[in-house]
């Protein structure tokens, strides 16, 4: 069994700043490339950053230069920092990890449930 939490979301004003973590546990052998996503209300799931086990990110056009995603590989953990907040960041963020449970098992896709960031005055 994996899970996937996401933590940190809330409320904060434009021009803030959360850091959101995400941590994969369970029968884990290996967290292979993990990335968020997000969902704003009434809207499709987007792509917002990607980072693999070497700390090589990649980022979506809308959060360059405003968000950093890094990664602690012996906590199977993710932090996305985001800065300079904008009311359009307003959504669900996602956490999604690429995950092997045993040595011989598939790299299988685990999402987390969510964690709600408001962006708002």
């Known amino acids: 069994q994996v899970q996937v939490v996401e933590s940190g979301g809330g409320l904060v004003q434009p021009g803030g700043s959360l850091r959101l973590s995400c941590t994969a546990s369970?029968?884990?052998?290996?967290?292979?490339?993990m990335a968020w996503y997000r969902q704003a209300p009434g809207k499709e799931r987007d792509w917002v950053a990607t980072i693999n086990k070497v700390q090589s990110a990649n980022y979506a056009s809308s959060v360059k230069e405003r968000f950093i995603l890094s990664r602690d590989n012996a906590k199977n953990t993710t932090y996305l920092q985001m800065t300079s907040l904008k009311p359009e960041d307003t959504a669900v963020y996602f956490c999604q990890g690429f995950i092997r449970t045993s040595a011989t098992s598939e790299v299988a896709i685990y999402w987390g449930k969510g964690t709600l960031v408001t962006v708002s005055s």
């Open positions: 369970g029968t884990i052998f290996s967290v292979g490339t």
